[in-house]
Every structure is written in structure tokens, then in C-alpha cells.
């Protein structure tokens, strides 16, 4: 459906542009003409120039030198207007060439413009029901519709690009959350590790102090005993 209503504004477009080119083809005729006129009129006062002064050669006397210089300014302008007729005469033939073109591609346009007429009819009843002043009006906003439908679509995109990034962003946090939990329990581990080995020293060295007071108080009451048995003997 888009399809058809871009085809058919595209159609209208061109038709336009075909006749703004054969007003201005029209338009560069009418000058090419109105140019051949004024060369027609310039050449018919350069013969009646030619012979005026021909005529004032033989009743005055000019000298064959002045003549001659004469005849060479006429050669020269009649040199100069055909070029520039021969000119007017490509430009022509250039827009008699171009307005062919466009007449062909009218022809094509036409054929176009025939199949989407059914298009057309409905616009106009549309145009008719409606608001719309003409069928140029609803293109135009239509036009504005697929504008913001190209927006909205545009903004979704952006909106999904973001909601991809944000999940993504999501799951990499968790990942490193992931990561750190794990690194923190294994710390813990270790440390957990640590104090029970450091608590099974202390037991290991709570019993060795033990044995070690033990050693100690034996020692102390043999050395005691042996203290008395000494002072005994000399008593």
C-alpha cells in the first residue's frame, strides 16, 4: 500500500514537471521566432543599407577604398547574426529534443497514471468524507504519518538497543557479584581454616604448658623433699 501511494505521488510529480517543460519549450519557440523575425528585419535593413549606400557611392563619389571598408562592416554584422541565428537554431533543436523526451516519458507516466486512477477515485472519496481539502492535503498527511511512524520505529529500536545494553550491563554486575560472593566464601574458607588450626595449636600448646606446669610442680616438690632431706642431715 505504501508502495502504491509513493508510485502514485511520484506519478503526479512528474506530470508537473512535464508540463513546466513544455511551457518553457513553448516559451523558447516563441523567442526562437520572435529572434528569427528581428534577424529577418535585420537582414532586410542591411540590403536596404547595402543599396542606399551603393547609391550614395555613385551620386557622391566615395573612393573604392571607403566601399570596401563599408561592405566589410555589412559582412562582418551579416557573419555575426548568422551565428547567432545558427545558435538560436541548436537551442531549438535541443528543446525540440528534451520536449520529446518528455513526451515520451508523459506517454509512460499516463499509462501509470491510468492504473493508479482507481487509486485516484478513491482518494477523492476520501478527500470528500473527510476534512481534507484535497488530495494533496492527505498526501501531505499522510506523508506526516509515515514520518512519525518511521520516528516511532526509530524510538523502539533505540529503546530495545537500550533494554539489550541494560540486560547485559545487568548480567555482567551479576557476574562480577557472582565472582566476589565466591571470592568472599573463599576467604572465609581460609580464614575459617586458619582459626581452626590456629585453635588446635593453642589446644597443642595449652597441653604442652600443661605438661610443662606438671614437670614443674614435680620438680618443685622433689627439689623440696631433697631440700628437707638435706637439712636434715645436719641437724
Not at 505521488?9 to 513544455?22: G, P, Q, S, T, Y
Amino acid at each position: 500500500e505504501e508502495d502504491s501511494t509513493n508510485s502514485f505521488i511520484c506519478v503526479l510529480k512528474k506530470m508537473k514537471e512535464v508540463r513546466l517543460m513544455e511551457k518553457v519549450v513553448e516559451e523558447t519557440e516563441q523567442a526562437f521566432r520572435e529572434r528569427m523575425w528581428a534577424l529577418a528585419e535585420q537582414w532586410s535593413e542591411l540590403h536596404t543599407r547595402r543599396a542606399q549606400l551603393k547609391a550614395h557611392v555613385l551620386t557622391s563619389g566615395t573612393t573604392v577604398k571607403e566601399n570596401e571598408r563599408l561592405q566589410s562592416q555589412a559582412l562582418k554584422k551579416a557573419r555575426e547574426d548568422k551565428e547567432e541565428t545558427t545558435k538560436k537554431e541548436s537551442e531549438l533543436m535541443r528543446a525540440r529534443r528534451e520536449l520529446e523526451a518528455l513526451r515520451k516519458q508523459q506517454q509512460k507516466l499516463s499509462k501509470k497514471l491510468v492504473k493508479y486512477s482507481l487509486f485516484k477515485r478513491y482518494l477523492e472519496d476520501v478527500v470528500e468524507n473527510s476534512q481534507f481539502r484535497d488530495i494533496e492535503d492527505l498526501i501531505s498527511y499522510y506523508k506526516a504519518l509515515v514520518g512519525t511512524r518511521k520516528d516511532l520505529l526509530q524510538s523502539q529500536w533505540w529503546h530495545r538497543q537500550l533494554m539489550e545494553q541494560s540486560k547485559l550491563l545487568q548480567q555482567q554486575m551479576r557476574a562480577e557479584k557472582e565472582a566476589e560472593t565466591l571470592q568472599c566464601k573463599n576467604e572465609l574458607a581460609q580464614l575459617r581454616e586458619s582459626s581452626e588450626q590456629a585453635q588446635s595449636d593453642i589446644r597443642q600448646w595449652g597441653d604442652r604448658w600443661a605438661e610443662i606446669q606438671d614437670g614443674a610442680a614435680r620438680k618443685a616438690t622433689e627439689l623440696k623433699s631433697l631440700s628437707m632431706a638435706i637439712h636434715s642431715l645436719f641437724q
